[in-house]
């Protein structure tokens, strides 16, 4: 803090970036990121509750096996448009708007695909939900690494992007607890219920990103309160300057590739592009392909839902390890583990439900792990006024991976003899994947610095 004299009166200015970075913790902040993880839950819930009911719907609409892929398609293309057009809006009106909106759009889509009575109406509300699905993740993820501080930002992020895996390990749950008894309709009718009351506490309770607030001119005035919530000292000091060393503005995807970070954002495409393909492949049609290598369908729920368990192992895992060891060198790591894990159970057929099971979660703590983490390292990469439009872009192309995934897994499931082959096919993306982050690894060191003569 400097105080100067401006017209004989005291001025405070306050740095945020400097208060946000060398407090600790409060309960303020872990408000903001427990909020911020229950939109990732309620986000996974919906993104992955279809997958739980695959099997059944594809009886009710009389379909054959992998022939329900339009309405998964269709859903994650509503994700892709949503982060990539939707997301950035973020950057102009502030992520607490965005935010309870989405939430708002993907529960009221949930609760009336209920009565969808064709796959073509099916499909056409997973579009529609998915548009607020594709806007909510981004922003609560950039929102919660804007309260973060940085020695722990790696941390917190995988923290908040866990809640996606526990989502689905909600979806799954109620759909191996609850269909047997009310329907496929109960996965649908819970995953529109609870966005839309987490909607309504996020209007009273979630604040506005106070890094975003301190560069944006609009609602500056908000970031002196969100501020002295922070470090609640401040409360009585009078005639305070926020100072920030972010830049504001309007952020275009040409500001991504601006200022020496092309390399880093096409890395990041990549990254994300085949991570989400492997991620929506393996997701999407697995409960379908363990049914049809003889297990049962609740069985099926039961295995899938534990491979969530393993991914939610790996975000909290990488996650702690990733400040210590190296946020890159943990994603890596991440990778190695979802392809052995998806050879494993590509080509080891003939084993029980629990050894299938336990590969399952070594594949989960490595490509949901892995996917987490390179979450992690895009909102890390790019500063505070850019960082929705950096972070909705990359998962906006990485959404495309994720529709390519379960579309080419769909036609190959529909006439594979044996289900699970398919994911013989993830292995290369993870390889490819690793190049990516290898390279971004490299763009992230310090230039090294030329010795001082003597």
């Known amino acids: 803090m400097i105080r100067e004299s401006e017209n004989e009166r005291p001025v405070t200015k306050i740095n945020i970036s400097d208060v946000v970075d060398s407090q600790t913790v409060g309960g303020f902040q872990l408000r903001v990121f427990v909020l911020c993880a229950a939109v990732l839950f309620v986000d996974g819930f919906d ?16 379909l054959a096996r992998g022939q329900l892929w339009p309405a998964l398609t269709a859903g994650l293309v509503g994700v892709a448009l949503g982060a990539a057009l939707l997301a950035p809006l973020a950057d ?55 309260y973060a501080p940085r020695k722990r930002r790696a941390l917190i992020v995988m923290f908040v992007g ?5 989502g689905a390990i909600g979806a799954g749950m109620v759909a191996a607890r609850f269909i047997a008894r009310f329907g496929w309709e109960v996965v649908f009718i819970v995953g529109g219920v609870l966005p839309l009351l987490l909607a309504a506490l996020l209007a009273f309770a979630l604040p ?19 501020l002295k919530r922070i470090k609640p000292e401040l409360a009585t000091v009078k005639n305070i300057e926020i100072v920030s060393a972010d830049s504001g503005g309007k952020a275009t995807v040409a500001d991504l590739f601006a200022d020496g970070r092309g390399l880093a954002t096409l890395c990041l495409w990549v990254a994300f592009f085949m991570s989400l393909l492997n991620v929506y492949l393996a997701i999407n049609w697995l409960p379908t392909s363990l ?7 609740p069985q099926a729920a039961e295995m899938t839902t534990l491979y969530h368990v393993g991914g939610v192992i790996g975000t909290y895992a990488i996650g702690l390890l990733m400040d210590r060891l190296g946020a890159h060198r943990m994603v890596l790591a991440a990778l190695v583990l979802a392809a052995i894990g998806f050879y494993t159970f590509a080509t080891v057929t003939n084993l029980s439900q629990w050894p299938t099971t336990a590969i399952l979660m070594l594949a989960g703590v490595g490509v949901i792990g892995a996917q987490v983490g390179v979450t992690a390292l895009a909102s890390i990469t790019y500063p505070v006024a850019m960082r929705s439009t950096g972070l909705g872009w990359a998962l906006g192309v990485g959404r495309i991976g994720s529709i390519v995934g379960p579309t080419i897994g769909g036609i190959m499931l529909a006439t594979a003899a044996d289900p699970r082959s398919v994911y013989l096919g993830c292995v290369a993306p993870v390889m490819i994947g690793m190049v990516a982050i290898a390279l971004l690894q490299r763009q992230a060191r310090p230039a090294p610095q030329p010795a001082r003569a003597t």
């Open 208 to 226: 506005e990103s106070i890094r975003l607030a301190a560069v944006t001119p609009r609602i500056k005035h908000e970031a002196e309160r969100l």
């Open 291 to 297: 049914a049809g290598s003889g297990f049962t369908v």
């Open 47 to 62: 993104v992955q509750g279809i997958t739980y009911v695959a099997p059944t719907l594809t009886q009710v609409f009389g």
């Open 92 to 146: 102009r009106v502030g992520r607490r708007p965005v935010i309870v909106y989405s939430c708002v759009a993907f529960g009221a889509c949930s609760l009336i695909t209920i009565f969808v009575d064709s796959l073509s109406s099916l499909a056409t509300l997973r579009f529609f939900t998915g548009l607020g699905l594709g806007a909510a993740l981004p922003n609560a993820i950039s929102l919660a690494s804007e």
């Open 162 to 166: 866990s809640g996606i895996s526990l």
